[in-house]
């Protein structure tokens, strides 16, 4: 990708309108909005446009944007208890427009934050950040990567990361964005630098729906799959693939990690949010999933 990613800033776009309204009870990310550009930044600050533009049409249009809010919500509830635990190092894989370095400077100044992302949209990031006014944390790294063609595990040491130490990592939003080949390269690459402590979560679009057979039995599926592939394909970030809990946990499991938990973003966003908010739920084929390097060895899924 030579571009900035548009999917990043849409996604930061869905998590600053749904501060204003009570999705934020899910997951209320206050800074994003410092993260858009001038069109987004009108959109969301203006409630009418708000309402117009992003609930009742891009959010419509391309449904299921709680899972935004569901897949920060869980990793980061996960990632409080791995830093109370003792864990010094966040990685976040495909960083896109995340506050949550920006956020932490308060809550958690002693966290190397290591943002991972495409240099192009990490200059874009820089340029937002630095723009913002807000204090910047001193403790954030930024590490480019393109995954389709590069090793994240180099690229982490060369940038400070210190692999006698556990770490957490994220990984949102971005697998389904690779081929399986890139994202069994970067799972098999992390492992190599992440000792026993460590966790991973990820989130993953359900490998079903690239089956044109179940899709065909699915029609609501299938036209809200189209509409978001045709979306992202525009934005120059086509959808390449999808898996099962069970498969990433697979291709993980030879480097050490092992099975944590699993839960679709609707199951977790459920438990936050009372009421039906419109057209925003996540479906069931979206996933998240948690693995984890265990200090003595477990049995996997
Ligand atoms: C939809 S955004 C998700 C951003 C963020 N994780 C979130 O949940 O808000 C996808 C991010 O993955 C990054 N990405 C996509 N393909 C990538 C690649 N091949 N190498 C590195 N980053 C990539 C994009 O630049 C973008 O920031």
Redesign the pocket.
């Known amino acids: 990708?030579s571009k900035a990613?548009q999917?990043?800033e849409m996604?930061?776009a869905i998590r600053a309108t749904f501060h204003h309204g009570p999705e934020a009870m899910l997951f209320d990310d206050w800074l994003a909005k410092y993260m858009l550009g001038p069109k987004f930044r009108f959109f969301c600050a203006v409630p009418l446009l708000r309402r117009r533009f992003m609930l009742q049409g891009l959010f419509r249009n391309l449904n299921s944007s709680l899972t935004?809010l569901s897949?920060?919500r869980f990793t980061e509830d996960r990632l409080e208890t791995a830093i109370a635990e003792g864990i010094g190092q966040y990685v976040?894989l495909?960083?896109?427009?995340?506050t949550f370095a920006l956020r932490a400077t308060s809550t958690f100044p002693d966290i190397d934050v290591y943002e991972?992302?495409?240099e192009a949209?990490q200059r874009v990031k820089k340029l937002r950040v630095n723009a913002s006014g807000l204090e910047q944390n001193p403790n954030v790294i930024y590490v480019p990567?393109?995954?389709?063609k590069e090793t994240v595990a180099d690229k982490l040491l060369t940038a400070g990361f210190d692999a006698s130490k556990p770490a957490f990592i994220s990984w949102?939003?971005?697998t389904l964005?690779?081929t399986e080949e890139?994202v069994a390269e970067t799972i098999e690459s992390l492992g190599s630098i992440c000792v026993p402590g460590s966790k991973l979560v990820t989130d993953f679009m359900d490998a079903r729906l690239h089956d044109p057979e179940f899709v065909e039995g699915e029609p609501e599926i299938a036209q809200s799959m189209k509409r978001l592939k045709a979306y992202t394909a525009s934005k120059g970030?086509p959808i390449l693939s999808g898996f099962t809990a069970e498969k990433i946990t697979k291709m993980a499991s030879p480097f050490g990690w092992r099975f944590k938990e699993t839960q679709t973003s609707r199951q977790h966003a459920e438990k936050f949010l009372q009421g039906e908010p419109d057209h925003c739920w996540p479906t069931d084929y979206d996933h998240l999933l948690m693995l984890e390097k265990p200090k003595d060895d477990e049995t996997g899924i």
Not at 94 to 98: C, H, Q, R, T, V
Not at 145 to 148: E, G, K, R, S
């Open positions: 990708m990613s999917t990043a996604v930061a935004v897949r920060a976040i495909g960083a896109g427009f995340d991972v992302d495409t949209s990567v393109d995954f389709m949102l939003g971005v964005y690779l890139a970030e």
